[in-house]
C-alpha cells in the first residue's frame, strides 16, 4: 500500500474499477494492513468473477513483500490453509507474524500450546496479536506461568500480556465455579 489516503480511497475507487471492468486492479490492495480495504478488494475481485483465494495463497509463498497477506488468507481462507499460517508465525519479520497470527484467528485454527511461546516475543506488536488470540484458552494457561512474566524485569508489552492473560484466567475461573441455578 503506497498511503493511508490510497487505503481510505479504495471503497469509492473499488466501485469505480467494478463499473469500468477493471476488477483486477483490486489485487494489490488485498494484502493491505487495513481489513477493511483486504475485504473491499475481495468484494470487487469477487464481483469481476476473480476468486481471491488463490491471490491470498500465492502472496503468502513470498510474505515478506505483502505481510498483510497471511491475515487476508485467514479471512476468505478455508481450515486446510491453517498449516501454511502456522509456518508463518515463525517467520523473522514481526509484521509476517503478526498477520499470520491474525489469520489464524480469523480461520478459528489458535492452538494454544502452539502459540504460548510467542507471548515471548521480542516484537510488542507479535505479543500482543498472540495475547488477543489467547484471550479464550486464557483459563488453559497456568497460572504460574502468566505470573513469571509479570516480573518488572520482563518488557512492558509481556507485563501487560500477562496482566489480561491472569484477569482473563481469573474472570474463567470465577465462572467454573459459580453454582448454576
Known amino acids: 500500500m503506497s498511503s ?14 467494478r463499473r469500468a471492468g477493471r ?3 483490486a489485487a494489490v490492495f488485498l494484502a493491505d494492513r487495513s481489513g477493511v480495504v483486504r475485504a473491499c478488494a ?13 491471490l491470498h495463497r500465492s502472496m503468502c509463498a513470498d ?22 499460517l502456522w509456518s508463518l508465525v515463525t517467520h523473522p519479520a514481526p509484521a509476517v507474524r503478526v498477520h499470520a ?10 492452538r494454544y500450546e502452539q502459540l504460548r511461546p510467542l507471548l ?8 500482543r496479536a498472540v495475547t488477543r488470540a489467547l484471550l479464550p484458552d486464557a483459563d488453559r494457561i497456568p497460572h ?10 520482563r518488557p512492558r508489552a509481556l507485563r501487560v500480556a500477562a496482566e489480561r492473560l ?16
Open 4 to 17: 493511508d489516503y490510497e487505503a481510505a480511497e479504495l471503497p469509492a475507487r473499488g466501485t469505480a474499477l
Open 23 to 25: 476488477q483486477g486492479e
Open 42 to 54: 475481495r468484494y470487487v475481485l469477487r464481483q469481476g468473477g476473480i476468486d481471491p483465494l488463490p
Open 63 to 84: 510474505p515478506a513483500a505483502r505481510p498483510a497477506a497471511p491475515a487476508g488468507l485467514g479471512e476468505c481462507g478455508t481450515k486446510e490453509d491453517a498449516p501454511a
Open 101 to 110: 497470527v491474525t489469520g489464524l484467528r480469523a480461520l478459528d485454527a489458535v
Open 120 to 127: 515471548d516475543d521480542p516484537s510488542p506488536a507479535v505479543v
Open 144 to 153: 504460574e506461568w502468566l505470573l513469571v512474566r509479570t516480573g518488572a524485569d
Open 166 to 181: 491472569l484477569r482473563a484466567h481469573l474472570r474463567a475461573t470465577v465462572r467454573q465455579r459459580r453454582p448454576t441455578g
